[in-house]
C-alpha cells in the first residue's frame, strides 16, 4: 500500500521559509518520479513542481520557479521542498503525490497534506 505522510508545514512571515518533507513507503520510491502539488482555499489542485526518478530532472511552475526547490533522497525514501521568499499566495494545503504519466494529477496517489500559510 502506498504511503506518503507530509510533514514541515506551518505558519510563517512573508520572505521567510520552510522545508517540507515527504516519507514514503509501499512502492519503489526510487523508480518513480515525484511531485508537490497544492491546494489553496477555494481553489483547485494546482501543481508546483516534480523531479525524475532516473536523473533528478527538476521541474516547476512558473510561480514558484526561482523560490522552491525539490529534492529527494532515495536511500531514505524521503521527497523534499524547499520553499523560499513566501508570499501570501503560497498559502495552501500542500501534497507530496505520485507522478503517474498518463493519469490526471487529481488522481495521483497522495498523502494528507500538509499547511502552509503565509501571513503576516
Known amino acids: 500500500e502506498v504511503q506518503l505522510v507530509e510533514s514541515g508545514g506551518g505558519l510563517v512571515q512573508p520572505g521567510g521559509s520552510l522545508r517540507l518533507s515527504c516519507a514514503a513507503s509501499?512502492?519503489?520510491?526510487?523508480?518513480?518520479?515525484m511531485s508537490w502539488v497544492r491546494q489553496a482555499p477555494g481553489k483547485g489542485l494546482e501543481w508546483v513542481s516534480t523531479?525524475?526518478?532516473?536523473?533528478?530532472?527538476?521541474y516547476y511552475a512558473g510561480s514558484v520557479q526561482g523560490r522552491f526547490t525539490i529534492s529527494r533522497d532515495n536511500a531514505k525514501n524521503t521527497l523534499y521542498l524547499q520553499l523560499n521568499s513566501l508570499k501570501t499566495e503560497d498559502t495552501a494545503m500542500y501534497y507530496c503525490?505520485?507522478?503517474?504519466?498518463?493519469?490526471?494529477?487529481?488522481?495521483?496517489?497522495r498523502g494528507q497534506g500538509t499547511q502552509v500559510t503565509v501571513s503576516s
Open positions: 523531479i525524475n526518478w532516473w536523473d533528478s530532472s527538476t
Open positions: 509501499g512502492f519503489n520510491f526510487n523508480l518513480v518520479d
Open positions: 503525490a505520485q507522478a503517474l504519466q498518463g493519469v490526471d494529477m487529481e488522481r495521483w496517489p
